[in-house]
């Protein structure tokens, strides 16, 4: 595939995302919600393999057989915080309205002068924690893979170009070097723990009563830099309110050589028992489309 191609297809998409940020940016985020009802009627009556997802995941975390109203809250969730991102993006935080617990758990980690870890996860919107970070004058710096930072940065570069600057792409030479920079400088450097890629390091552990795999990157990056791991969720609770709830995950220091296999299964361990408190807090919030369970990997 060529790279003129590529180039090509990358400012189609950027054209695209642009019509459509200034379409919600024009009709405000009160019409603009409006149009996600029939778009997400569509998407859950025309796409059975993400309605099968969806309702897998529903059946778990609700303990019963979801009804239809539930596939279409769950749906419509999805499409919402997706909606925000947007105005988030550009930093309409004015918005939102938005609680905070735990925000003394964050301060402390990082008031010896050094950064720490934001492990989140597809549960409600990483956006606000951004914004979050914004307002209190620090940056999140966020890690990922590379085929996943190509369409962030096309996003970015549609939205708010300034955002591509705090992506850290895994996998180059450098990119240890960018990570350790970031914490030095008290920056929170943040990752999403609840997607592997394929031949990715996983341990399988219960979630939602059925063991999944889960990635150990993120625990062993924290291990190799000596930083602690703090949970990030910023759930979505309808209308314009946000949640945002941060808790102690990892310690690295004091982890024996011969003792970190076992302490990074305890802490993947720990990450999905809380992920789960809070799926189960905010049913509608989990944004994995695919059989998490299965053992494949997301398409996306």
Known sequence: MSQAWLGQRERGS???????????????RRV???????????????????????RKYLSKVLGRAPRFVDLFRHFLAFATVGLDR????????????????????????????????LLGAHLGSFEILRAFGTSKQLRIGLVMYEENLRMVNTVAKAIN????????SLGRFDSMLKVHERLRQSQWVGMLGDRALDQEA?????????????????????????????????????????????EKLFEPHGVERANRAHAIEQAVRLYA????????????????????????????
């Not at 028992?273 to 398409?299: I, V």
């Open 202 to 246: 996983q341990v399988r552990v219960s979630f939602l009563g059925e063991d999944a795999g889960f990635p150990t990157a993120s625990f062993r990056l924290a291990l190799m830099l000596k930083r602690p791991v703090v949970l990030m969720v910023g759930l979505y609770r309808g209308g314009s309110r946000y949640e945002m709830h941060f």
């Open 32 to 54: 603009a919600r409006l149009i996600l009802y029939p778009v997400c009627l569509y998407f859950l009556v025309s796409d059975p393999k993400t309605r099968a997802a969806s």
């Open 86 to 117: 947007v105005y988030l993006l550009k930093d309409r935080v004015e918005l939102f309205e938005s609680k905070i617990s735990g925000e003394d758990v964050l301060l402390d980690v990082t008031r010896g002068g050094q950064g720490c870890f």
């Open 14 to 28: 950027i054209i695209a995302i642009r019509m459509l940020v200034g379409a919600a940016l024009l009709l405000g």
């Open 161 to 168: 170009p300034a955002l591509a600057e705090d992506v850290i």
């Open 273 to 300: 028992q809380r992920l789960e408190h809070y799926c189960r807090q905010a049913p509608y919030n989990w944004f994995n489309f695919y059989d998490f369970w299965s053992g494949s990997r997301a398409s996306k």
